[in-house]
């Protein structure tokens, strides 16, 4: 099956710094990818939907400014969380689809544990 | 607006058994569901997908019935062993890419 790297898996910031979280589709081209967050014990919140070329769709309640999301290419999808603050401490986790096959199946990343001290 | 429910306690049971797991929608007419397994720290990984005409799917040890009259999927896992103790999630999707929405998953854990 397809799939999905995402770097780093852990990254440990002090508070006010900025992190970046990459997102690469290996073997397929993913148009669109998905961003989300997830708490513990909780179910995955979709942040974002990146756009390759074009600007990201952020889901409600969610700062652009503080989540900054670009889609470069069609295997690369970046998260940059701006001015860390300890509560934005989570798992972050990406998605692409692949259009081959059904079209419908979800590829994962292996997730992104930030925490901010 | 919509739901996708699956109970959130977890489900403990003997190696061997099977085990079952819910997944309960609605406001909301899906064209597919899927079922995803999550280990601790670690992204989701696709297991199985039925579309919204098919009553059941099945791989190897797992089977998945879908009930749109009912809004509601099952999925079995026959002959469980301790390995396929993590957290299950179920998925709603409409068409072909288009964004998933994920339940808040059941922690299924299997005692040896």
């Known amino acids: 099956g397809a799939v999905v790297s995402q770097h780093p898996s852990r990254v440990i910031c002090k508070s006010g710094t900025s992190v970046k979280i990459e997102c690469r589709s290996l073997d397929f081209q993913a148009t669109t990818m998905f961003w989300y967050r997830q708490f513990p014990k909780k179910s995955l919140m979709l942040m974002a939907t990146s756009n390759e070329g074009s600007k990201a769709t952020y889901e409600q309640g969610v700062e652009k400014d503080k989540f900054l999301i670009n889609h470069a290419s069609l295997t690369l999808s970046t998260l940059t969380v701006t001015s860390a603050h300890p509560e934005d401490s989570s798992f972050y986790i990406c998605?692409?689809?692949?259009?081959?096959?059904?079209?419908?199946?979800?590829?994962f990343g292996q997730g992104t544990r930030l925490t901010v001290v | 607006s919509q739901k996708i429910e699956q109970n959130s306690e977890a489900l403990n049971i003997q190696e061997g058994k099977t085990a079952t797991l819910t997944c309960n929608y609605t406001?909301?007419?899906?064209?597919?569901l899927q079922w995803y397994r999550q280990d601790p720290g670690r992204g989701p990984v696709f297991l199985l997908l039925i579309r919204e005409n098919e009553k059941e799917k099945r791989k190897e040890r797992l089977k998945v019935t879908f009930d749109t009259t009912l809004k509601q999927s099952l999925f079995h896992i026959t002959a469980s062993q301790p390995a396929d103790s993590a957290t299950y999630l179920c998925?709603?999707?409409?068409?072909?890419?288009?964004?998933?929405?994920f339940g808040g998953g059941t922690r299924l854990m299997v005692k040896p």
């Open positions: 998925a709603l999707g409409r068409g072909a890419g288009n964004m998933l929405t």
């Open positions: 406001n909301y007419s899906p064209a597919y």
């Open positions: 998605s692409a689809y692949t259009r081959q096959g059904s079209g419908t199946e979800a590829f």
